[in-house]
């Protein structure tokens, strides 16, 4: 699994830890910045908001959230330590953090890719992603949503809600490294009247159920279960 930017960020904040990057901050230290419309906003502590209706440059913090209000459009949108909140009709390039979660409302769209490490991934209604929804430890639920790239995780669940459309399938990943006990089974579903239209391929056990009227490509390392019912049966 390919993390280059949040790599890049993490390097970044182990930087500042020492203090060999404190010159590099053009935002206030803490609390949020909601200035510079139509520029760049980086900061090394504090959270950075994006106000409704505005167009920003790229967006980046260390340790803080960053929120994309109703209607804005920005860049990259990165931080480390740090939830990323997409209002809905909010426009983006791409949103990145390490620790914390992406949340995305409805008709948001994001050029490129959507990625964390430790958080989880939710897209609302009608909003499209243009390349890759990736985590590591966190689940990835989309609603109606469209996505150019495909879905990828290594111990989180994956819900493709009624009517989303993935073109680039689904990966699970190996875990890598030393757990301790039985690790916990991932569970993908894909609702009705869904379409996974690449590969859906499994590395480690996971629980696969498709709806009935879903569409999917070529299934390797799990068996899918059919439902039909409102919801998919749960595990004991």
């Known amino acids: 699994m390919k993390l280059t930017r949040t790599r890049l960020m993490l390097a970044m904040a182990l930087g500042l830890a020492v203090g060999t990057a404190q010159a590099h901050d053009t935002g206030a230290q803490d609390g949020s910045d909601t200035d510079k419309h139509g520029g760049d906003i980086s900061h090394v502590n504090g959270g950075i908001t994006a106000e409704a209706g505005q167009h920003y440059g790229d967006l980046d913090t260390v340790n803080g959230g960053i929120s994309v209000e109703r209607g804005a459009i920005a860049g990259t949108v990165e931080t480390v330590n740090g939830g990323v909140k997409l209002d809905d009709e909010a426009q983006v390039e791409s949103a990145e953090t390490v620790n914390g979660g992406i ?133 004991d």
């Open 103 to 235: 949340t995305a409302g409805e008709h948001v769209r994001v050029a490129k890719g959507a990625e964390t490490v430790n958080g989880g991934i939710v897209f609302d209604f009608n909003s499209t992603v243009g390349g890759d929804i990736t985590t590591v430890n966190g689940g990835i639920t989309i609603k109606q949503t469209q996505v150019a790239g495909k879905l990828e995780t290594v111990s989180g669940d994956i819900t493709v809600g009624a009517k989303s459309i993935v073109r680039g399938g689904i990966h699970v990943e190996k875990q890598h490294g030393f757990s301790w006990g039985r690790s916990r089974i991932p569970r993908i579903v894909i609702g009705p009247n869904a379409e996974v239209q690449g590969d859906l391929r499994f590395d480690r056990e996971v629980e696969l159920f498709v709806h009935q009227t879903a569409k999917i490509g070529r299934v390797t390392g799990a068996t899918a279960q059919a439902w039909t019912t409102t919801l998919p049966p749960r595990r």
